[in-house]
C-alpha cells in the first residue's frame, strides 16, 4: 500500500467569525505547495469552541461545506475539520470529510465537554466513522473523544485485519492541559498499533482560554513525526509510511493479546 502525505494546520481561530476564519483558511491551505493527500483543520474551525450553536450553526450544504468542496477539488485532496451543524432542530459539533469530488462523510462528537456545558447546547453522537483514504483505513474524533480509549480502541480479526490504521483528532484543548493533550495522543498511538495525529488551535478564544496548539503526527511507536511548535501559527506537511506501519505490526504482535469485546 501507498504512503499517506499529511497536511496539519495550526492555527489561532477569529471568535465566532465565520467569514474571516474561512478566509484565512483559504489562504492557509493555498500556501501549502507540496501535493497532499489530506488537509486537517481544528476543531469548529469556522467559530471557536462556542456555546452559541442557535446564532452560528450552519445547516448541511451550507456556504462551509461548500467551501470545503472548492477548497478540497483545487488542492485535489481530503479537506477535515469540525464545524457547528443544525440538523431536524439539534445542533452538533460535527466532523466533515470532504473529497475533492464532493462527496463526504460525518461523524458527530461523541464525547461532550460536561464541564464547559457543550451537552447544555449540542446533540451527542453515537456512531464511529472509518473512513479509506489511498488504502488507509482511518477513523476521525473530535477533541474530548480522546479521553475514553474504550470509544477508540482499535480491534483486529483475521478476515477484516484492523478497524482503523490512522487515528484523527481535532481540537480545541486548552494550554493548561497540553501535557495531558501530548500524553493521550501517545497513548491512543501505543495501545491501537496505529498513528495518531492530533491538530489542536492557538491562541485565546472569547472567553479568554487560551490553546497552545502542540500539534502533532505520532508514529504507532509512540514517536513524534512532526515539528509543530507550541504556541506557533503553522502548517506542516508530514509523510506517514505504510510499510514501517505494517512491519511493525508484524513484527511486533500486541493486537493479537488484544481484549475482545463489544460495545453496546
Same mark, same amino acid.
Given at each position: 500500500?501507498?504512503? =499517506?502525505?499529511?497536511?496539519?494546520?495550526?492555527?489561532?481561530?477569529?471568535?465566532?467569525?465565520?467569514?474571516?476564519?474561512?478566509?484565512?483558511?483559504?489562504?492557509?491551505?493555498?500556501?501549502?505547495?507540496?501535493?497532499?493527500?489530506?488537509?486537517?483543520?481544528?476543531?469548529?474551525?469556522?467559530?471557536?469552541?462556542?456555546?452559541?450553536?442557535?446564532?452560528?450553526?450552519?445547516?448541511?450544504?451550507?456556504?462551509?461545506?461548500?467551501?470545503?468542496?472548492?477548497?478540497?477539488?483545487?488542492?485535489?485532496?481530503?479537506?477535515?475539520?469540525?464545524?457547528?451543524?443544525?440538523?431536524?432542530?439539534?445542533?452538533?459539533?460535527?466532523?466533515?470529510?470532504?473529497?475533492?469530488?464532493?462527496? %463526504?462523510?460525518?461523524?458527530?462528537?461523541?464525547?461532550?465537554?460536561?464541564?464547559?456545558?457543550?451537552?447544555?447546547?449540542?446533540?451527542?453522537?453515537?456512531?464511529?466513522?472509518?473512513?479509506? =483514504?489511498?488504502?488507509?483505513?482511518?477513523?476521525?474524533?473530535?477533541? %474530548?473523544?480522546?479521553?475514553?480509549?474504550?470509544?477508540?480502541?482499535?480491534?483486529?480479526?483475521?478476515?477484516?485485519?484492523?478497524?482503523?490504521?490512522?487515528?484523527?483528532?481535532?481540537?480545541?484543548?486548552?494550554?493548561?492541559?497540553?501535557?495531558?493533550?501530548?500524553?493521550?495522543?501517545?497513548?491512543?498511538?501505543?495501545?491501537?498499533?496505529? %498513528?495518531?495525529?492530533?491538530?489542536?488551535?492557538?491562541?485565546?478564544?472569547?472567553?479568554?482560554?487560551?490553546?497552545?496548539?502542540?500539534?502533532?503526527?505520532?508514529?504507532?511507536?509512540?514517536?513524534?513525526?512532526?515539528?509543530?511548535?507550541?504556541?506557533?501559527?503553522?502548517?506542516?506537511?508530514?509523510?506517514?509510511?505504510?510499510?514501517?506501519?505494517?512491519?511493525?505490526?508484524?513484527?511486533?504482535?500486541?493486537?493479537?493479546?488484544?481484549?475482545?469485546?463489544?460495545?453496546?
Amino acid at each position: 500500500m501507498q504512503n =499517506l502525505t499529511v497536511s496539519l494546520i495550526q492555527s489561532d481561530l477569529i471568535w465566532e467569525d465565520k467569514e474571516k476564519n474561512i478566509s484565512h483558511f483559504t489562504g492557509k491551505i493555498r500556501e501549502i505547495e507540496e501535493a497532499t493527500d489530506l488537509i486537517v483543520l481544528p476543531e469548529m474551525f469556522t467559530t471557536g469552541f462556542a456555546m452559541e450553536p442557535q446564532k452560528l450553526a450552519e445547516p448541511m450544504g451550507g456556504p462551509t461545506i461548500q467551501w470545503m468542496h472548492r477548497m478540497a477539488t483545487e488542492k485535489n485532496c481530503v479537506l477535515a475539520g469540525s464545524i457547528i451543524i443544525k440538523e431536524n432542530n439539534h445542533f452538533f459539533n460535527r466532523l466533515i470529510w470532504m473529497r475533492s469530488d464532493g462527496s %463526504y462523510d460525518q461523524v458527530d462528537k461523541k464525547h461532550l465537554f460536561t464541564f464547559a456545558g457543550e451537552n447544555k447546547h449540542y446533540t451527542q453522537g453515537n456512531k464511529k466513522l472509518i473512513v479509506t =483514504l489511498k488504502g488507509w483505513r482511518i477513523m476521525p474524533l473530535i477533541c %474530548y473523544d480522546l479521553r475514553f480509549p474504550v470509544w477508540s480502541k482499535n480491534r483486529h480479526d483475521a478476515e477484516n485485519g484492523f478497524d482503523y490504521d490512522c487515528m484523527i483528532n481535532v481540537a480545541n484543548w486548552p494550554e493548561k492541559r497540553s501535557h495531558v493533550w501530548r500524553i493521550l495522543l501517545m497513548a491512543r498511538a501505543l495501545e491501537n498499533q496505529s %498513528y495518531v495525529i492530533g491538530i489542536n488551535r492557538i491562541g485565546k478564544d472569547g472567553n479568554d482560554i487560551g490553546y497552545s496548539g502542540d500539534s502533532a503526527v505520532i508514529s504507532p511507536k509512540g514517536e513524534n513525526l512532526s515539528n509543530m511548535a507550541p504556541c506557533k501559527e503553522q502548517t506542516e506537511t508530514v509523510v506517514m509510511s505504510r510499510c514501517e506501519l505494517d512491519n511493525f505490526r508484524d513484527n511486533f504482535r500486541a493486537w493479537a493479546d488484544w481484549d475482545q469485546f463489544q460495545i453496546v
